[in-house]
Protein backbone atom coordinates (compact mmCIF):
# COMPACT_ATOMS: atom_id res chain seq x y z
CA UNK A 1 0.00 0.00 0.00
CA UNK A 2 2.57 2.40 -0.22
CA UNK A 3 1.06 4.26 -3.39
CA UNK A 4 -1.87 4.87 -1.15
CA UNK A 5 -2.10 8.65 -0.87
CA UNK A 6 -4.41 10.59 1.66
CA UNK A 7 -7.40 12.36 0.40
CA UNK A 8 -7.41 16.33 -0.16
CA UNK A 9 -9.65 19.16 0.11
CA UNK A 10 -11.22 18.68 -2.63
CA UNK A 11 -11.46 14.73 -2.97
CA UNK A 12 -14.97 13.79 -2.82
CA UNK A 13 -15.67 11.60 0.87
CA UNK A 14 -18.32 9.01 -0.63
CA UNK A 15 -19.29 8.29 -4.43
CA UNK A 16 -22.16 6.13 -4.91
CA UNK A 17 -22.52 3.11 -1.83
CA UNK A 18 -18.45 3.58 -1.68
CA UNK A 19 -16.81 5.53 1.05
CA UNK A 20 -13.49 6.88 0.00
CA UNK A 21 -10.59 5.58 2.08
CA UNK A 22 -7.01 7.51 -0.20
CA UNK A 23 -6.04 8.36 -3.53
CA UNK A 24 -4.64 5.13 -5.72
CA UNK A 25 -3.35 7.46 -8.45
CA UNK A 26 -4.63 9.61 -11.33
CA UNK A 27 -4.26 8.96 -15.73
CA UNK A 28 -5.40 10.56 -18.42
CA UNK A 29 -9.22 9.82 -17.45
CA UNK A 30 -9.46 10.35 -14.20
CA UNK A 31 -8.89 9.52 -10.27
CA UNK A 32 -8.69 6.82 -8.96
CA UNK A 33 -9.28 5.90 -5.56
CA UNK A 34 -9.26 2.90 -2.43
CA UNK A 35 -12.90 2.75 -1.31
CA UNK A 36 -14.90 0.52 0.80
CA UNK A 37 -18.57 -0.51 0.12
CA UNK A 38 -21.38 -0.34 2.78
CA UNK A 39 -21.13 -4.00 3.09
CA UNK A 40 -16.88 -3.99 3.40
CA UNK A 41 -15.80 -4.69 -0.26
CA UNK A 42 -12.75 -2.98 -1.37
CA UNK A 43 -13.50 -1.29 -4.28
CA UNK A 44 -11.03 1.05 -7.15
CA UNK A 45 -13.38 3.56 -7.90
CA UNK A 46 -12.26 5.99 -10.91
CA UNK A 47 -13.84 9.40 -11.39
CA UNK A 48 -13.56 10.78 -14.20
CA UNK A 49 -11.85 14.69 -14.83
CA UNK A 50 -14.61 17.15 -14.54
CA UNK A 51 -13.94 18.62 -18.21
CA UNK A 52 -13.99 15.54 -19.66
CA UNK A 53 -17.43 14.96 -18.07
CA UNK A 54 -18.46 18.14 -19.48
CA UNK A 55 -18.40 16.89 -23.09
CA UNK A 56 -21.24 14.67 -24.30
CA UNK A 57 -19.06 12.75 -26.98
CA UNK A 58 -17.00 11.63 -24.57
CA UNK A 59 -20.28 10.87 -22.16
CA UNK A 60 -21.99 9.00 -24.83
CA UNK A 61 -18.78 6.53 -25.50
CA UNK A 62 -17.80 6.46 -21.53
CA UNK A 63 -21.87 5.12 -21.09
CA UNK A 64 -21.17 2.10 -23.82
CA UNK A 65 -17.95 1.21 -23.17
CA UNK A 66 -18.81 0.89 -18.86
CA UNK A 67 -21.58 -0.99 -20.42
CA UNK A 68 -19.54 -3.27 -22.23
CA UNK A 69 -17.20 -3.75 -19.54
CA UNK A 70 -19.32 -5.06 -17.44
CA UNK A 71 -19.69 -7.79 -19.29
CA UNK A 72 -16.50 -8.88 -19.14
CA UNK A 73 -15.95 -12.23 -17.07
CA UNK A 74 -12.97 -14.20 -15.85
CA UNK A 75 -10.56 -14.61 -13.36
CA UNK A 76 -7.99 -12.56 -14.81
CA UNK A 77 -9.57 -9.64 -15.01
CA UNK A 78 -10.65 -6.77 -12.19
CA UNK A 79 -14.45 -7.01 -12.78
CA UNK A 80 -16.68 -3.34 -13.40
CA UNK A 81 -18.92 -3.64 -10.68
CA UNK A 82 -20.93 -0.58 -10.56
CA UNK A 83 -20.91 3.00 -12.04
CA UNK A 84 -22.67 6.11 -12.67
CA UNK A 85 -22.69 7.19 -15.89
CA UNK A 86 -25.18 10.16 -15.78
CA UNK A 87 -23.83 11.52 -12.67
CA UNK A 88 -22.66 14.79 -12.62
CA UNK A 89 -19.30 13.24 -12.63
CA UNK A 90 -19.15 10.01 -13.59
CA UNK A 91 -17.49 7.14 -11.69
CA UNK A 92 -16.59 3.41 -12.32
CA UNK A 93 -15.98 0.98 -9.31
CA UNK A 94 -14.19 -2.17 -10.57
CA UNK A 95 -12.68 -4.70 -7.79
CA UNK A 96 -9.62 -3.96 -6.22
CA UNK A 97 -6.75 -6.20 -6.85
CA UNK A 98 -3.91 -6.25 -3.94
CA UNK A 99 -0.95 -6.09 -6.22
CA UNK A 100 1.82 -3.89 -7.69
CA UNK A 101 1.37 -2.79 -11.46
CA UNK A 102 4.04 -4.80 -13.65
CA UNK A 103 5.73 -1.48 -14.25
CA UNK A 104 6.47 -1.03 -10.41
CA UNK A 105 7.87 -4.70 -10.62
CA UNK A 106 10.02 -4.55 -13.13
CA UNK A 107 11.25 -0.79 -12.74
CA UNK A 108 12.04 -0.22 -8.72
CA UNK A 109 11.09 -3.29 -6.83
CA UNK A 110 12.34 -6.70 -8.61
CA UNK A 111 13.69 -6.34 -12.35
CA UNK A 112 12.89 -8.28 -15.38
CA UNK A 113 11.16 -11.47 -14.48
CA UNK A 114 12.26 -14.55 -14.87
CA UNK A 115 11.73 -16.72 -18.15
CA UNK A 116 9.30 -19.09 -15.81
CA UNK A 117 7.47 -16.37 -14.59
CA UNK A 118 7.07 -14.69 -18.06
CA UNK A 119 5.62 -17.68 -19.52
CA UNK A 120 2.79 -17.98 -16.96
CA UNK A 121 2.34 -14.04 -17.55
CA UNK A 122 1.74 -14.56 -21.03
CA UNK A 123 -0.56 -17.30 -20.37
CA UNK A 124 -2.71 -15.28 -17.59
CA UNK A 125 -3.13 -12.67 -20.10
CA UNK A 126 -3.84 -14.02 -23.14
CA UNK A 127 -6.65 -15.66 -20.63
CA UNK A 128 -7.85 -12.16 -20.00
CA UNK A 129 -7.67 -11.02 -23.16
CA UNK A 130 -10.11 -14.12 -24.16
CA UNK A 131 -12.98 -13.02 -21.45
CA UNK A 132 -12.34 -9.15 -22.76
CA UNK A 133 -12.77 -10.28 -26.38
CA UNK A 134 -15.67 -12.44 -25.81
CA UNK A 135 -17.65 -9.29 -24.24
CA UNK A 136 -16.99 -7.66 -27.45
CA UNK A 137 -14.35 -5.31 -25.93
CA UNK A 138 -10.93 -4.48 -27.11
CA UNK A 139 -8.62 -3.50 -24.19
CA UNK A 140 -6.73 -0.45 -26.42
CA UNK A 141 -4.33 0.29 -24.01
CA UNK A 142 -2.76 -2.97 -22.32
CA UNK A 143 0.62 -1.34 -20.80
CA UNK A 144 2.62 -2.34 -17.69
CA UNK A 145 1.03 -0.38 -15.61
CA UNK A 146 -2.74 -1.44 -16.53
CA UNK A 147 -1.42 -5.36 -15.63
CA UNK A 148 -1.47 -5.87 -11.86
CA UNK A 149 0.63 -8.60 -10.50
CA UNK A 150 -0.80 -10.62 -7.44
CA UNK A 151 0.04 -14.33 -6.03
CA UNK A 152 -1.99 -16.43 -8.21
CA UNK A 153 -1.12 -14.56 -11.41
CA UNK A 154 -1.47 -11.78 -13.04
CA UNK A 155 -4.92 -9.48 -13.52
CA UNK A 156 -5.86 -7.14 -16.41
CA UNK A 157 -7.54 -3.46 -15.50
CA UNK A 158 -8.79 -0.16 -17.35
CA UNK A 159 -10.09 -3.02 -20.62
CA UNK A 160 -12.22 -0.71 -23.22
CA UNK A 161 -12.67 2.12 -21.62
CA UNK A 162 -9.95 4.16 -23.23
CA UNK A 163 -12.02 4.17 -26.22
CA UNK A 164 -14.25 6.86 -24.77
CA UNK A 165 -10.93 9.42 -25.25
CA UNK A 166 -10.47 8.36 -28.92
CA UNK A 167 -12.25 11.46 -30.18
CA UNK A 168 -11.33 14.25 -27.52
CA UNK A 169 -8.66 16.44 -27.43
CA UNK A 170 -7.78 19.38 -25.74
CA UNK A 171 -10.30 21.95 -25.70
CA UNK A 172 -13.01 19.74 -26.22
CA UNK A 173 -12.82 19.01 -29.59
CA UNK A 174 -13.03 15.77 -31.51
CA UNK A 175 -11.05 14.57 -34.06
CA UNK A 176 -10.81 11.66 -36.58
CA UNK A 177 -8.06 9.59 -36.65
CA UNK A 178 -6.72 10.45 -33.41
CA UNK A 179 -4.85 7.58 -31.43
CA UNK A 180 -5.11 6.75 -28.26
CA UNK A 181 -2.87 5.02 -25.87
CA UNK A 182 0.40 4.99 -24.27
CA UNK A 183 3.42 5.67 -26.81
CA UNK A 184 6.06 2.59 -26.32
CA UNK A 185 2.50 -0.09 -25.92
CA UNK A 186 0.43 0.34 -29.12
CA UNK A 187 0.02 -1.28 -32.45
CA UNK A 188 0.95 -0.03 -35.90
CA UNK A 189 -3.03 0.60 -36.46
CA UNK A 190 -3.35 2.36 -33.67
CA UNK A 191 -0.20 4.93 -34.52
CA UNK A 192 -1.61 4.82 -37.88
CA UNK A 193 -4.94 5.47 -36.84
CA UNK A 194 -6.70 2.79 -38.49
CA UNK A 195 -8.84 0.66 -37.67
CA UNK A 196 -8.32 -1.71 -33.74
CA UNK A 197 -9.67 -5.18 -34.03
CA UNK A 198 -8.54 -7.96 -30.85
CA UNK A 199 -5.08 -8.32 -32.63
CA UNK A 200 -3.97 -5.09 -31.61
CA UNK A 201 -4.41 -6.38 -28.17
CA UNK A 202 -1.91 -9.32 -28.99
CA UNK A 203 0.48 -6.88 -30.29
CA UNK A 204 0.52 -4.72 -27.17
CA UNK A 205 0.90 -7.91 -25.24
CA UNK A 206 4.08 -8.82 -27.13
CA UNK A 207 5.38 -5.52 -26.40
CA UNK A 208 4.31 -5.90 -22.61
CA UNK A 209 6.15 -9.45 -22.35
CA UNK A 210 9.33 -7.99 -24.14
CA UNK A 211 9.41 -5.44 -21.60
CA UNK A 212 8.76 -8.21 -18.89
CA UNK A 213 11.91 -10.29 -19.97
CA UNK A 214 14.40 -7.43 -20.29
CA UNK A 215 13.34 -4.09 -18.76
CA UNK A 216 13.13 -2.47 -22.02
CA UNK A 217 10.47 -1.38 -24.30
CA UNK A 218 11.33 -3.19 -27.98
CA UNK A 219 10.80 -0.33 -29.64
CA UNK A 220 12.69 2.16 -27.44
CA UNK A 221 11.73 4.92 -25.40
CA UNK A 222 10.25 8.59 -26.22
CA UNK A 223 13.23 10.54 -25.67
CA UNK A 224 13.75 11.30 -29.23
CA UNK A 225 10.16 12.58 -29.50
CA UNK A 226 7.00 10.78 -29.86
CA UNK A 227 6.44 10.51 -33.31
CA UNK A 228 9.74 8.87 -33.41
CA UNK A 229 9.05 6.46 -31.51
CA UNK A 230 5.81 5.86 -33.23
CA UNK A 231 7.80 5.94 -36.75
CA UNK A 232 9.80 2.62 -35.15
CA UNK A 233 6.44 1.08 -34.05
CA UNK A 234 5.17 1.38 -37.41
CA UNK A 235 8.11 0.76 -39.86
CA UNK A 236 11.17 -0.98 -37.79
CA UNK A 237 11.80 -4.07 -36.21
CA UNK A 238 11.79 -4.55 -32.60
CA UNK A 239 14.93 -5.01 -30.08
CA UNK A 240 14.44 -8.21 -28.64
CA UNK A 241 17.72 -8.43 -27.35
CA UNK A 242 18.07 -10.32 -24.01
CA UNK A 243 14.81 -12.27 -24.55
CA UNK A 244 14.96 -15.99 -23.04
CA UNK A 245 15.31 -18.49 -26.06
CA UNK A 246 12.13 -20.46 -25.29
CA UNK A 247 10.33 -17.15 -25.21
CA UNK A 248 11.26 -15.48 -28.38
CA UNK A 249 9.23 -17.27 -30.88
CA UNK A 250 5.93 -16.25 -29.14
CA UNK A 251 6.73 -12.74 -28.85
CA UNK A 252 8.28 -11.98 -32.43
CA UNK A 253 4.65 -13.85 -33.10
CA UNK A 254 2.55 -11.56 -31.33
CA UNK A 255 4.62 -8.55 -32.61
CA UNK A 256 4.15 -8.57 -36.36
CA UNK A 257 3.36 -6.08 -38.22
CA UNK A 258 -0.16 -7.62 -40.20
CA UNK A 259 -2.65 -8.16 -37.61
CA UNK A 260 -3.70 -10.99 -39.39
CA UNK A 261 -0.28 -12.89 -38.75
CA UNK A 262 -0.31 -12.50 -35.04
CA UNK A 263 -1.72 -15.40 -32.77
CA UNK A 264 -5.20 -15.37 -31.41
CA UNK A 265 -5.14 -15.56 -27.32
CA UNK A 266 -5.93 -19.18 -27.68
CA UNK A 267 -2.56 -19.65 -29.60
CA UNK A 268 -0.55 -17.74 -26.97
CA UNK A 269 -1.89 -20.17 -24.77
CA UNK A 270 -0.59 -23.11 -26.60
CA UNK A 271 2.57 -21.78 -27.66
CA UNK A 272 3.09 -20.70 -24.07
CA UNK A 273 2.30 -23.94 -22.91
CA UNK A 274 4.95 -25.46 -25.62
CA UNK A 275 7.71 -23.10 -24.53
CA UNK A 276 7.71 -24.35 -20.98
CA UNK A 277 7.05 -28.39 -21.20
CA UNK A 278 5.36 -30.28 -19.08
CA UNK A 279 2.48 -27.14 -18.56
CA UNK A 280 4.68 -24.96 -16.89
CA UNK A 281 3.37 -22.44 -19.06
CA UNK A 282 -0.52 -22.43 -17.67
CA UNK A 283 -1.97 -20.39 -15.97
CA UNK A 284 -2.89 -23.13 -13.56
CA UNK A 285 0.69 -23.30 -12.80
CA UNK A 286 0.33 -19.74 -11.09
CA UNK A 287 -1.02 -21.38 -8.26
CA UNK A 288 0.55 -24.37 -7.76
CA UNK A 289 2.23 -25.23 -4.76
CA UNK A 290 5.41 -23.58 -6.04
CA UNK A 291 4.97 -19.40 -6.46
CA UNK A 292 5.42 -18.23 -10.02
CA UNK A 293 7.08 -15.24 -9.15
CA UNK A 294 10.56 -14.88 -7.11
CA UNK A 295 10.62 -15.24 -3.46
CA UNK A 296 11.49 -11.36 -2.95
CA UNK A 297 8.18 -10.76 -4.57
CA UNK A 298 6.35 -13.12 -3.10
CA UNK A 299 7.12 -11.47 0.34
CA UNK A 300 7.08 -7.97 -0.65
CA UNK A 301 2.66 -9.14 -2.26
CA UNK A 302 2.52 -10.75 1.40
CA UNK A 303 3.26 -7.67 3.51
CA UNK A 304 1.17 -5.76 1.10
CA UNK A 305 -2.06 -8.01 1.58
CA UNK A 306 -1.61 -7.30 5.22
CA UNK A 307 -1.44 -3.76 5.42
CA UNK A 308 -4.54 -3.66 2.91
CA UNK A 309 -6.33 -4.71 6.42
CA UNK A 310 -5.01 -1.84 8.47
CA UNK A 311 -6.22 0.62 6.08
CA UNK A 312 -8.98 3.14 8.15
CA UNK A 313 -11.75 5.27 6.98
CA UNK A 314 -10.35 9.12 7.04
CA UNK A 315 -11.72 10.84 9.93
CA UNK A 316 -14.71 12.94 9.55
CA UNK A 317 -13.73 16.86 8.60
CA UNK A 318 -14.36 18.89 11.90
CA UNK A 319 -17.70 21.21 11.95
CA UNK A 320 -18.01 24.60 13.24
CA UNK A 321 -18.20 25.29 17.06
CA UNK A 322 -21.49 25.43 18.45
CA UNK A 323 -22.01 28.53 19.90
CA UNK A 324 -21.87 29.32 23.16
CA UNK A 325 -24.23 32.06 25.27
CA UNK A 326 -25.56 32.21 28.97
CA UNK A 327 -28.68 30.72 30.16
CA UNK A 328 -31.76 32.96 29.40
CA UNK A 329 -32.92 34.40 32.90
CA UNK A 330 -35.96 37.04 33.89
CA UNK A 331 -34.37 40.22 34.76
CA UNK A 332 -34.40 40.42 38.23
CA UNK A 333 -34.83 36.72 39.71
CA UNK A 334 -31.71 35.36 38.56
CA UNK A 335 -29.90 36.17 42.30
CA UNK A 336 -32.83 34.69 43.71
CA UNK A 337 -33.31 31.44 41.84
CA UNK A 338 -31.93 28.46 42.87
CA UNK A 339 -29.03 26.12 40.65
CA UNK A 340 -30.89 24.81 37.52
CA UNK A 341 -31.24 20.90 37.39
CA UNK A 342 -28.38 19.33 34.87
CA UNK A 343 -30.04 18.71 31.82
CA UNK A 344 -30.91 14.75 31.08
CA UNK A 345 -29.07 13.64 27.76
CA UNK A 346 -30.81 10.59 26.35
CA UNK A 347 -28.01 8.03 24.93
CA UNK A 348 -27.57 7.68 21.09
CA UNK A 349 -26.11 5.43 19.12
CA UNK A 350 -22.53 6.12 17.16
CA UNK A 351 -21.35 7.84 15.53
CA UNK A 352 -24.63 10.29 16.05
CA UNK A 353 -23.37 13.14 17.23
CA UNK A 354 -25.12 15.67 20.19
CA UNK A 355 -24.74 19.73 20.31
CA UNK A 356 -23.97 21.26 23.41
CA UNK A 357 -27.19 21.80 24.82
CA UNK A 358 -28.05 24.80 27.16
CA UNK A 359 -29.21 24.95 30.97
CA UNK A 360 -33.17 25.28 30.64
CA UNK A 361 -34.98 28.82 30.69
CA UNK A 362 -35.74 29.60 34.41
CA UNK A 363 -38.87 31.50 35.87
CA UNK A 364 -38.38 32.48 39.83
CA UNK A 365 -36.74 29.21 40.35
CA UNK A 366 -38.54 27.28 38.89
CA UNK A 367 -38.35 25.39 34.89
CA UNK A 368 -40.79 26.30 32.51
CA UNK A 369 -42.22 22.65 30.71
CA UNK A 370 -40.61 19.99 29.93
CA UNK A 371 -37.27 20.62 28.05
CA UNK A 372 -36.51 19.52 24.39
CA UNK A 373 -34.31 17.00 23.04
CA UNK A 374 -31.34 18.34 22.34
CA UNK A 375 -30.94 18.17 18.03
CA UNK A 376 -27.53 16.92 16.72
CA UNK A 377 -24.97 19.54 14.70
CA UNK A 378 -25.74 20.09 11.22
CA UNK A 379 -22.69 18.59 9.28
CA UNK A 380 -20.98 21.28 6.53
CA UNK A 381 -21.32 20.29 3.41
CA UNK A 382 -18.83 19.08 1.50
CA UNK A 383 -16.60 21.59 -0.68
CA UNK A 384 -16.95 21.13 -4.46
CA UNK A 385 -14.20 18.85 -5.77
CA UNK A 386 -12.62 19.51 -9.14
CA UNK A 387 -9.66 18.69 -10.94
CA UNK A 388 -7.12 21.69 -11.33
CA UNK A 389 -4.81 19.77 -13.17
CA UNK A 390 -1.78 20.51 -15.59
CA UNK A 391 0.51 18.21 -17.93
CA UNK A 392 -0.25 14.61 -19.09
CA UNK A 393 -0.86 11.95 -16.51
CA UNK A 394 -0.11 8.26 -16.18
CA UNK A 395 2.30 6.07 -15.02
CA UNK A 396 4.18 5.26 -17.77
CA UNK A 397 7.42 4.27 -16.55
CA UNK A 398 9.09 7.33 -19.24
CA UNK A 399 6.89 9.72 -18.19
CA UNK A 400 4.09 9.01 -21.17
CA UNK A 401 0.80 7.51 -20.07
CA UNK A 402 -2.16 7.40 -22.24
CA UNK A 403 -1.97 10.31 -24.68
CA UNK A 404 -4.32 11.03 -27.59
CA UNK A 405 -1.93 12.07 -30.70
CA UNK A 406 -2.02 12.37 -34.26
CA UNK A 407 -1.67 9.18 -36.33
CA UNK A 408 1.49 9.05 -37.97
CA UNK A 409 0.89 8.90 -41.74
CA UNK A 410 3.64 6.97 -43.86
CA UNK A 411 5.76 8.34 -47.17
CA UNK A 412 4.01 8.81 -50.24
CA UNK A 413 5.42 5.89 -52.61
CA UNK A 414 8.21 6.64 -55.05
CA UNK A 415 10.29 8.69 -52.14
CA UNK A 416 12.49 7.65 -49.29
CA UNK A 417 10.41 7.45 -45.86
CA UNK A 418 12.98 8.37 -43.87
CA UNK A 419 14.17 11.18 -46.28
CA UNK A 420 10.60 12.82 -46.22
CA UNK A 421 9.50 11.66 -42.37
CA UNK A 422 12.82 13.40 -40.85
CA UNK A 423 12.80 16.96 -40.78
CA UNK A 424 15.36 18.59 -43.20
CA UNK A 425 17.66 19.85 -40.81
CA UNK A 426 18.24 16.33 -39.58
CA UNK A 427 19.29 14.91 -42.89
CA UNK A 428 22.73 14.93 -44.17
CA UNK A 429 21.74 16.35 -47.28
Not at 15 to 27: E, F
Not at 109 to 137: K, N, T, Y
Not at 245 to 260: F, G, H, Q, S, Y
Amino acid sequence: MGNLEGLRSDDPRVLGAYRLLGRLGAGGMGRVYLARSDRGRTVAVKLVHQELAGQEEFRRRFRAEVRAARQVGGEWTAPVLDADTEADVPWVATGYIAGPALRQVVDQDFGPLPERSVRILAAGLARALQAIHAAGVVHRDLKPSNVLITLDGPRVIDFGIARALETVTDGGLTRTGAAVGSPGFMSPEQVRGARVTPASDVFCLGSVLAYAATGRMPFGTADSGVHALMYRIAEEEPDLTGIPAPLLPLIEACLAKDPEERPSPAEILARADEAGGEGEGTPADARSAEPWLPGGLVARLGRQAVQLLDVEEPAARPGPPPPEHPPTAIAGAAAAAPPAPPPVHEPLPEPTLIGRQDPPTVTAGRPMGPQPVAQPMPQPAPPPYGYPHAGPYGNNPYGTGTQTVGPYVPAPRGRSRARSYWPRWWRAD
